[in-house]
């Protein structure tokens, strides 16, 4: 029944500077652009913005593949991200981290040798 990760929707208050923000972030702009949601294709999943929302760290956490955790936690601090928490090894090779965004949201990274993309339906 459930195919794996599709979507991870940030509710933000600002979209406009949350888009631009984001696409910094991922190195592209949104291929869904409009008033209501704004979506970026990142890796075969979707990174989508919604307006009017309130931000927060707590609920669910989504984790974003990176090749070099601390590659990227460097680089989501030096765009105005703070840390929530600093990279950690978790065993097995796998390290993880998370920053807030400057909108409120908890922005997770996973850095995992054994994450296979072909497995990805």
């Known amino acids: 029944m459930i195919l794996g990760l599709r979507t991870a929707i940030y509710p933000v208050s600002d979209l406009v500077e949350s888009r631009r923000w984001y696409a910094s972030v991922l190195g592209q702009e949104p291929y869904f ?3 209501f949601y704004v979506g970026f294709q990142v890796g075969g999943f979707e990174l989508g913005l919604v307006p009017d ?10 984790l974003w593949g990176v090749t ?10 030096s765009l105005g991200a703070t840390l929530l928490d600093p990279v950690q090894d978790v065993g097995e090779g796998i390290r993880v981290g998370a920053v807030r965004d400057p909108f409120g949201n908890r922005f997770g990274f996973i850095e995992n040798p054994n994450f296979n993309p072909r497995s990805v339906r």
Do not use: R
Not at 53 to 62: C, D, I, L, P, T
Not at 68 to 77: F, G, I
């Open 68 to 77: 070099d955790a601390t590659q990227a936690l460097a680089k989501l601090l």
């Open 53 to 62: 929302g309130q931000s927060g760290v707590a609920g669910s956490q989504v």
């Open 33 to 35: 652009d409009q008033p």
